[in-house]
Structures are given as structure tokens and as C-alpha cells.
């Protein structure tokens, strides 16, 4: 099965709703469709309090999964609350109005690595980050929203539940 394929059916499995709202279990896994992922980007939300969430819901991540080298983009703001520590940390200097100030110098550091997994944590679009995930890589994981299609080819879609805690552990199992 090819990748456009598989893609197709991890997006269309998580779009698809159980009308009881039975928990649905899945056997789906990126890191089992060839090699385990080695090298993955995770860039975390710009939103204080979603930012807050998905620290707290990654915060094993790289203890779990050590053959992966992970790279997290984070704001700079809430570095100070940002708990992992294994893994490359690039920090978005934000101004007044939220454009990211070192954009450029981050977006020419991320270039040079080859990444196997975009993962965007951010609930809704943020049209800001759009540079960061549309970098070469195989696969592209966030959630939905009116330009999902366009960035990523495996998305969630947690407008039912709307518990991002469920969403990231969604895409935890996915690694």
C-alpha cells in the first residue's frame, strides 16, 4: 500500500464517528509501517493554555521512545514551563502583535535536518506555523481545520470531544 493510501485511511479512520460513542481502538501506527520514525518534530502550541496540555501530556515523551531524536518548537514565553529537556529545544520569539521575530534563522536550522514526522499540536490554524510544517517529511500530523488538507496528511478531528488531551494522545499512539 502506498503512503497516499495509507494516509487515506489513517485520516479517514479518525474522521469516521461511532453513533454510540463507543471508544474506538485501532492498531494504526506510523512508527510500524516500515522502520520506527528516527527523527521527529514536534512543534507545540502557541496558546498558553493548550501549550500547558500538551506539556503535560508529552511530558515522557522522549523517555518512552528512545530511538527517536526529537525536536520541539516552542514559544519562547513559556520556556520556563516547558519540562523536557532530552531533545533540541528552538525557541519563536514572538512581538507585540505575535509574528514570530526569528522565523527566518529558525526555518534555515530545521531545513538542514530530515525530518520523518511534522507534528502540529496546535488545535486551530495557525496560519504563522505554516512554514514549519510544510518542510519535506513523510508524514504530517495535526488536527483538523479549514486548511487541513493542505498541510497534513494524517489529521484528527476532535470537534466531537473537543478534549485536546485526547487528540495529543491520539497522536502519541500513533509514534
Partial sequence: MNIKAYSSKIKNFFSSSDK???KLKSDISISKT???PKTILVIFPL???FFRVASYSYRNLPYDRRMIE???IINNNFSDSFSLRRGAIYKMNLDSKFNII???SLLSDLNKINFDVIIDLNI???EKLEDFIIQQSNYK???KHKKSDFLYN???DISKTQIAENGYQKILDLI
Avoid: P, R
Fill in 141 to 143: 500530523i495535526g488536527f
Fill in 124 to 126: 486551530h490554524y495557525q
Fill in 102 to 104: 526569528n522565523k527566518s
Fill in 34 to 36: 516500515s522502520s520506527t
Fill in 20 to 22: 454510540e460513542d463507543k
Fill in 70 to 72: 526529537f525536536h520541539y
Fill in 47 to 49: 496558546d498558553q493554555n
Fill in 154 to 156: 494524517v489529521q484528527l
